[in-house]
């Protein structure tokens, strides 16, 4: 079979099995759902919800489901959304630039590593703000446009396997300025921070292979603040009222 062009979703299809997989292809994307969930508060009310842009396997739902939201997850592909949806997401087959979702009926948004695979972030954006309610609360986290992001998660991330080859178009990289900008222009006062690995985290998963011993000490794979936002970045802001 031809392999298919970088960043075409139809490559999550045949990585399915690794959503979940212990010290799988995603394992990176586990540490960054629960540093990104670590920045949504608990729902404001009963029936608040939380879209979930690109949601992929679900990932992010064993650090969001004590917090009292209805889980709605937005992918295209259905090999990450059944995963989604068997953990309790109310999956739906779309593309993040044309939600299926009326305008101010999110109070959070979620876009975890979705931005730097999207051909249109301004209209993405413009998306995400749109279906969240004033003075609900957007939350994001992407790879930066900066040679040091080039080279960390494609030269030293899909040699290393930190990122399966070929799932990162580095042209679709996301400048941080630039995605402020977008934010601010759709009502939405957006404020970045690096992130990177643990280092305990860091070593572990490039010394020890996976296996029973990797797993014990899988909860060292996280992610920490960190001043540069070269590399990895997260975002958060509120839609103004
Ligand atoms: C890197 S994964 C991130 C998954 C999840 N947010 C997480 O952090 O675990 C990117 C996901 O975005 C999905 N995706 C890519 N482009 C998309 C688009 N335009 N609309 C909706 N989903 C998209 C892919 O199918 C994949 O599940």
Request: glycine fraction near 12%.
């Amino acid at each position: 079979m031809p392999s298919l062009p970088r960043n075409d979703p139809r490559q999550y299809d045949d990585l399915a099995g690794e959503w979940w997989r212990p010290g799988g292809e995603f394992e990176v994307l586990h540490w960054l759902a629960e540093a990104r969930a670590a920045l949504v508060p608990p729902a404001p009310r009963p029936g608040a919800v939380l879209v979930d842009a690109g949601c992929g396997g679900g990932l992010l739902t064993p650090h969001v489901e004590s917090l009292g939201y209805w889980h709605v997850g937005i992918d295209l592909r259905r090999s990450g959304l059944e995963q989604a949806a068997a953990r309790g997401v109310a999956a739906v087959v779309a593309d993040v630039a044309a939600l299926p979702l009326a305008s101010e009926s999110a109070d959070v948004v979620v876009a975890g590593e979705i931005l730097e695979h999207v051909p249109d972030m301004p209209a993405t954006v413009a998306e995400l703000c749109r279906v969240l309610r004033p003075g609900g609360l957007l939350v994001l986290d992407t790879i930066n446009a900066t040679r040091m992001g080039r080279f960390v998660s494609i030269t030293l991330g899909e040699r290393f396997g930190a990122a399966p080859v070929g799932i990162h178009d580095p042209e679709l990289f996301v400048d941080p300025g630039e995605l402020t900008a977008h934010c601010a222009k759709n009502g939405v006062r957006l404020k970045v921070r690096g992130i990177r690995p643990s280092v305990p985290g860091l070593i572990r998963w490039l010394f020890l292979p996976p296996g029973p011993r990797a797993s014990r000490l899988g909860h060292l794979g996280r992610m920490v603040p960190t001043r540069s936002t070269q590399v990895l970045y997260q975002g958060m802001g509120r839609k103004s009222d």
